[in-house]
């Protein structure tokens, strides 16, 4: 048991490094304050590093960018391989693995050791790899890297130990899959080919062996060459050479015929009695044009030939369509007789293979299905049914479908809520799937003990969200809402949309779920939030539709003369958002008309409409457009079922909503949120003006006084040139781009090159390059600049001037987090000009360098800025180089019972306010308890509270009791609003409090704070306010992500940092349990969708499709193989089938053949050994230290090898056994012939 005790003797504890000035812990860093009665913090911590430990779980989705596709016949696995070195190996629902190889190399080809629990991939980097599969986690055994050849094709025949490899110099070799060691026995081109042959034949494009007689291998050239090669007699029997290039072949299964796919659309029959021509030629798609000649085709990329015994044998092909018909999609062609289906696909095909009963190829193929891998999706086709209809996938394949742009994590949810999801949700799933089972049904799952509900919510750019059930390492879609339903269906060309290109105007940004008042908000790319109401009833509803003005006014924009004129402009009342009105004519004024121009993004439907059961829309809250300015992005929300509020804020300001009485209670910027607890001196901005600068480098001074001066001004204040300080509308576009905002932690959800949209912070030597991506602020220490060209006056007054906000300019298609691709070295040798070289070319913006340590900062213009844009910001000292013209964001709200004030004696419902200025914000709210008032008197807000200092951006706000427990948020019991009246029973809220004075007698009132920023953990203790423990957890880089999460019975706080390191600390001490460099690189799209859950669980986008789950519980990790599906299981491999007296006697000798004789070492030799290097893998037993460790590991580790030496000890057995029926047989001759020659004299012999 370990004890952390601390004794507040009236000093505070102060965050070493804090910013100059700024208040810490309540007080100035340093400064004694007067304490609350000195008290003792005795909390017993439970948590220690042993409990900790970082791995891969399991990855769900499609595979991104697949290249290659191999079934195991007889265990009935598939394996997928990818562009990035990952093998996916999939079988019955549960057994899903994947592995990845070291190099990264893509995957140029799969090829199973049918029945043994093995896999060989060839990969770019010519290197062949063998996976051992009889283990949970495979890994390499061995490894071939061809060091003078590239590999093109290979080929392994049934029940072979030697597998063939064709090369790009058109050689084959041959290698012994056991020892994957090079024989000697080649085959090279030039003896393949004819001597009288001028040309090369080009790479090896096919390798099989004839069904008819294993010692004949058939080689096929990307020139159009095919080679019959007797591997006894190393001569060919026969070559091919036709006009158009080869790209597969297929074997007839009597091997007397083999079909060819041709680049110019066309299938080649070729029949071994007569090799001189093609036996028949035919043009699927093409069609014979009025003047005689035929289409021209695209390229046949595969064909398969397989025969039924009931029926005409299938030609199955992909490509082969003409060129004439364009926009057409890619598609699968069934030749069956004389019935030829196209099957039409969403995606182009990868690769195809067609499923078979029987493993052997010399028998009758009875194709029962066809895999179709494409480059976004899986599809199986039923050959067994006429209409070729495709089997429901189990697996979630379409996590992709909408760009996924959010994702949320849940564990340990309420046990009910699943079956509930399921059920409404497979109310509407598709129907006409073929009615067999799912032919990939290999491996064996069993449901581990260490399960419990966990939910992982997605939210994708067409507004769609997806509910999943991610218990026990599956992932299934419970349940898919849109929001797009709520809102009219923007006409093409017309509205806001069209103004701003938006193609995405529904995209979800973030999600917040209460699993247990079944409360769900949405919040939309747009600068909408819907509020959702669970019910299981259909109903016709009208939703509510709420807007707010969260902008400030255009007056608050200061020039110098309008500073002189106007001495009064620090007034709190500047700084608020003002009621509706349009662009004034000159400053101070206003129109009457123009509330015309305060519109919202998109339209609510105003009619009612019948939802189903499911999420029905409760309320909409819209933001509203200013004077041609659209609304600042959402950048926080909270909701609380147990006092019917939404708090949500931008870089404007915050806004609470009663969603209960539908309205708004709070609308207010975030200067004003300071009240008479500012921490910042707000004096009147220096009325001097701005000198010109005929240089592209300015140097400016920092210091306390001029950010004091700075920040009195409003939010969206523009510091312009002398030369346009008489009338704002004339002013040039870059001025309004200098409003900048703060919103490091909150990643904005677009990027793309036409303007700023998603916005990311990354560690401190890359901020200097990604603070101005697009052109805009993305750190809370960044600075604005300007970018653009100045606007040309037009008309008779000049244009208007169009007013960007920094989170919501001209743009932009909305990309999902999956795609944001952008990954950085966190390196401090590389140069910042290269990395800034590249960014401004992607984005076409300017950047600077800043190091918030120093108090001088340097812009870096470009000439072209330069002479565009002719004026610099002011050199006086009473100018801050971090100018205030960026607005401090709203980054984090909870909700919560605290304490507002030090005097207070009993907690009270509370909304903390974190924003990007490290700022901490204590708002008490005064809620009517009884539940007729509640419904019908106002929810009243007090002044702000207590103002707490942390460096970086605030993240994140836990709440723990005195004795070291989490303290759960008050949420209300779900109650079905649309279930019929019982009038005995009248419907009523049922409220569940957590209240922090409930399980401290022994402590009395108080609970504790956990506080985590960018940078910086603090621990408050409430009501006293007093700072107990402080932690800086990162100097060189920043946290993106910080969770208080619930661990063995106890609580940590995790973090996610841009240098990718994954760290947790304890609570309250904060002190260090883990901290693992991850992720080598800082990748957006992972920052953006990384998460973490309680049970010591996180997950995140390892591509645009998948996503990734990892643990960070030593107790899970331990547990982890039990919990993973088993992809080998013993299975009888299939008897071949009686060939018959004639069939073996006239069919050849292909029984007799062996390879060994031919392909050892002794017979072939060795081969050179400058041509492939021998690699020896980590597979086996070995490979198992990787995934687990301790004592559950070691078990596993011995488990794993008894299994193999039973196996061993099996095959032992079985030789034994046959050895004694041989001796029998031998004993019982011998004996026979002992007793026939048992009376004969010997010259009778």
């Known amino acids: 048991m370990k004890k952390f005790r601390k004794v507040l003797d009236g000093l505070t504890t102060s965050s070493p490094g804090g910013t100059m000035g700024s208040p810490s812990c309540g007080s100035a860093a340093g400064t004694p304050t007067a304490a609350p009665t000195p008290r003792d913090i005795d909390v017993q911590e439970t948590l220690v590093s042993e409990n900790f430990q970082l791995c891969k779980t399991v990855r769900h989705g499609f595979t991104y960018q697949p290249t290659a596709l191999a079934f195991d016949p007889v265990q009935k696995i598939l394996a997928i391989g990818s562009r990035s070195g990952g093998v996916r190996i999939l079988g019955r629902p549960g057994v899903d693995c994947y592995c990845q190889h070291e190099s990264g190399a893509a995957v140029l080809q799969l090829q ?36 003078r050849e590239r590999i093109t094709f290979c080929h392994l025949p ?34 393949a080919i004819e001597l009288s042959t001028k040309t090369h034949p080009g790479p090896v494009v096919h390798l099989s062996d004839s069904p008819k007689d294993e010692g004949k291998l058939l080689i096929g050239f990307e020139g159009g060459t095919i080679v019959q090669w007797d591997l006894r007699a190393k001569k060919a029997d026969f070559r091919i050479y036709y006009d158009e290039a080869i790209h597969s072949v297929s074997w007839h299964h009597e091997g007397k015929q083999f079909m060819c796919s041709h680049s110019d659309g066309s299938l080649t029959l070729w029949n071994l009695r007569n090799t001189t021509k093609p036996f028949q030629v035919t043009f699927p798609h093409g069609k014979i044009q009025k003047d005689g000649r035929k289409e021209s085709c695209k390229p046949i990329l595969k064909v398969e030939y397989k025969t039924s015994r009931n029926s005409e044998p299938f030609v199955i092909f992909s490509g082969g369509l003409s060129y004439d018909k364009a926009g057409r999609r890619p598609a699968l062609t069934i030749m069956h007789g004389k019935a030829i289906t196209v099957l039409e696909m969403d ?36 050959l067994t049914q006429s209409n070729f209809p495709v089997f429901e996938n189990p697996y979630p394949m379409d996590i992709h479908e909408s760009p996924v742009t959010c994702t949320a994590y849940f564990a340990d949810c309420p046990p009910d809520i699943i079956p509930i999801l399921y059920s409404i949700g497979a109310k509407h799933k598709k129907t006409g799937y073929s009615q067999k089972e799912w032919p990939i049904a290999g491996g064996t799952w069993t449901l581990g003990s260490h399960t419990y509900p966990e939910i992982i919510i997605t939210g994708h750019a067409d507004g769609s969200i997806k509910f999943w059930d991610a218990s026990a390492f599956t992932l299934q879609m419970l349940y898919k809402l849109k929001t797009s339903k709520v809102f009219e269906k923007p006409k093409l060309g017309e509205g806001r949309g069209a103004d701003l290109g938006e193609e995405d105007p529904f995209a979800v940004q973030m999600v917040s779920w209460c699993p247990h008042s079944r409360i769900f908000c949405v919040v939309g790319i747009s600068a909408h939030i819907i509020l959702y109401r669970f019910s299981k009833y259909d109903a016709n509803t009208q939703t509510v539709s709420l807007e707010v003005r969260l902008q400030c006014e255009p007056e608050d924009i200061i020039t110098p003369s309008e500073n002189e004129n106007n001495p009064c402009f620090s007034e709190p009342g500047s700084h608020s958002p003002q009621p509706h009105h349009q662009y004034p004519v000159s400053p101070g004024s206003r129109t009457p008309d123009g509330a015309k121009d305060s519109t919202p993004f998109l339209k609510v439907k105003d009619k009612t409409v019948r939802v189903p059961p499911g999420y029905q829309s409760d309320l909409v809250i819209q933001l509203l457009w200013v004077d041609g300015e659209p609304p600042q992005q959402i950048t926080s929300l909270d909701i609380n079922s147990a006092y019917g509020l939404l708090a949500f804020g931008n870089c404007n300001g915050l806004a609470v909503v009663d969603y209960i009485q ?19 001196q707000r004096l009147t901005r220096s009325p001097r003006r701005n000198r010109q600068s005929t240089s592209g480098l300015t140097e400016l001074t920092d210091n306390q006084q001029s950010i004091d001066m700075e920040r009195s001004k409003s939010p969206t204040s523009v510091h312009y040139p002398t030369s346009l300080h008489n009338d704002p509308r004339i002013l040039p576009e870059p001025v309004a781009s200098l409003r900048a905002s703060h919103c490091s932690p909150v990643f904005y959800l677009l990027d793309n090159v036409k303007g700023p949209g998603r916005k990311l912070s990354l560690p401190t030597d890359l901020k200097t390059d990604l603070d101005h991506v697009n052109g805009h602020c993305t750190s809370p220490t960044s600075q604005p600049c300007s970018a653009g060209k100045p606007r040309i006056p037009m008309g008779p007054e000049g244009p208007r001037l169009t007013r960007r906000g920094p989170g919501r300019p001209p743009f932009r298609k909305a990309q999902s987090a999956a795609c944001m691709e952008i990954s950085l070295p966190v390196s401090h040798t590389e140069g910042h000009a290269s990395r800034r070289a590249m960014l401004q070319q992607l984005h076409g913006v300017t950047m600077y360098s800043h190091d918030e340590h120093h108090s001088t900062a340097s812009y870096c213009w470009n000439e072209r800025e330069s002479r565009e844009n002719s004026f610099s910001r002011s050199r006086s000292s009473s100018v801050s180089s971090i100018d205030r013209d960026t607005k401090e964001a709203i980054t984090t709200l909870q909700f919560g019972e605290s304490y507002g004030r030090k005097s207070d004696a009993l907690p009270t419902p509370c909304l903390w306010v974190g924003t990007s200025l490290g700022v901490v914000i204590l708002i008490p709210l005064s809620i009517p308890m009884d539940h007729e008032e509640r419904m019908e008197d106002p929810v009243t807000v007090g002044p ?27 949420y ?21 409090h957590f209240s922090p004075s409930s399980s401290q007698d022994a402590f009395g009132e108080g609970h504790l704070t956990v506080v985590c920023s960018e940078r910086q953990a603090k621990v408050f203790l409430m009501p006293s306010q007093s700072c107990l423990f402080v932690h800086n957890i990162t100097e060189s880089s920043f946290v993106l992500r910080a969770d208080v999460v619930s661990l063995c019975n106890s609580v940590c706080l995790a973090c996610f940092c841009a240098n990718g390191h994954v760290m947790t600390l304890s609570l309250p001490s904060l002190r260090p349990l883990m901290d693992v460099n991850y992720l080598p690189l800082t990748d957006m799209r992972i920052a953006r969708t990384f998460c973490f859950t309680n049970e010591g669980q996180a997950l995140y986008l390892s591509s645009p499709t998948e996503i990734q789950r990892i643990t960070y519980s030593q107790e899970m990790c331990d547990n982890l193989q039990e919990m993973l599906g088993e992809l080998f299981t013993p299975i009888e491999t299939p008897e071949a089938q009686n060939r018959g007296f004639l069939k073996g006697f006239f069919g050849g000798n292909a029984h007799t053949f062996d390879r060994e004789e031919l392909f050892g070492e002794a017979a072939a030799g060795k081969a050179s050994r400058s041509l492939a290097q021998h690699i020896p893998g980590q597979g086996g037993v070995e490979g198992m230290k990787v995934a687990a460790s301790g004592v559950v590991g070691d078990l596993a580790r011995a488990r794993i090898a008894l299994d193999e030496r039973g196996q061993r000890l099996g095959e032992l057995e079985e030789r034994t056994t046959l050895m004694m029926t041989s001796a029998e047989t031998f004993s019982k001759h011998a004996h026979e012939l002992m007793l026939k020659c048992k009376d004969k004299k010997w010259y009778q012999f």
Not at 165 to 187: C, Q
Not at 347 to 373: K, W
Not at 670 to 676: N, Q, R, S
């Open 112 to 147: 199973f050791l049918i029945n043994e629990g093995a896999l060989v991939t060839a990969c770019a980097d010519d290197t062949l790899h063998l996976w051992n599969l009889r283990q949970r986690r495979p890994a390499v055994l061995h490894s071939l890297k061809f060091n």
């Open 158 to 191: 049934f029940q072979s130990k030697w597998l063939y490899v064709g090369t790009e110099r058109g050689n084959t070799h041959i290698v012994n899959i056991e020892s994957f060691i090079l024989s000697g026995y080649v085959i090279m081109w030039n003896k």
């Open 347 to 382: 995606y182009p095909i990868v690769e195809f293979m067609v499923l078979c009963d029987t493993p052997y190829i010399n028998e009758i193929q009875e194709p029962y299905a066809v895999v179709v891998l494409l480059e976004k999706d899986l599809i199986v086709v039923d």
């Open 662 to 680: 539908k309205t708004v209670i709070l609308c207010i910027s975030t200067v004003d949120l300071y009240g008479a607890t500012d921490p910042y």
């Open 944 to 970: 702000s509270g207590a103002v707490q200092m942390l460096k970086g951006s605030v993240l994140r706000f836990a709440f723990l009791d005195c004795n070291g427990a989490l303290i759960q948020s008050p």
């Open 972 to 992: 209300e019991i779900w109650r079905d609003q649309n279930a019929p009246e019982d009038p005995d029973r009248p419907r009523r809220r049922k409220l569940v």
